[in-house]
């Protein structure tokens, strides 16, 4: 059974840092494509960044420059480290794996979710 549990969230103010973690259980990190998601309260939930399996890193253009996806094959986890942090980056944060193909922005094209950890973002 593939479990993902995301931690690292918390509550920051504008132009402060976080670090988020995905550890995976019954899936290896970097077989195939994985991904950070967030959706804000009212707003349907969007990519931020991904990572191939060749360590290949894609970002949405709202955290390019401010936020760096990576993984830990040793330690089965990945890591999106979040910086200059604003207040629309508020939103719970997933990370999803089980990618099946269909663009790697679209959420349906996962099949593995974590649970989520939030993120706000004080001005």
């Known amino acids: 059974q593939v479990q993902l549990v995301e931690s690292g969230g918390g509550s920051v103010q504008a132009g402060g840092s976080l670090g988020l973690s995905c550890a995976a259980s019954?899936?290896?990190?970097?077989?195939?494509?994985m991904a950070w998601f967030r959706q804000a309260p009212g707003k349907e939930r969007e990519g931020v960044a991904s990572?191939?399996?060749?360590?290949?890193?894609y970002y949405a253009d709202s955290v390019k420059g401010r936020c760096t996806i990576s993984h830990d094959n040793v330690k089965n986890t990945m890591y999106l480290q979040m910086n200059s942090l604003k207040p629309g980056d508020t939103a719970m944060y997933y990370c999803?794996?089980?990618?099946?193909?269909?663009?790697?922005?679209?959420?349906?094209?996962?099949?593995?979710w974590g649970q989520g950890t939030q993120v706000t973002v004080s001005s």
């Open positions: 999803a794996a089980g990618y099946s193909g269909g663009g790697m922005w679209s959420s349906s094209s996962y099949k593995y």
């Open positions: 019954g899936y290896i990190v970097g077989t195939y494509c």
């Open positions: 990572i191939g399996r060749d360590g290949s890193t």
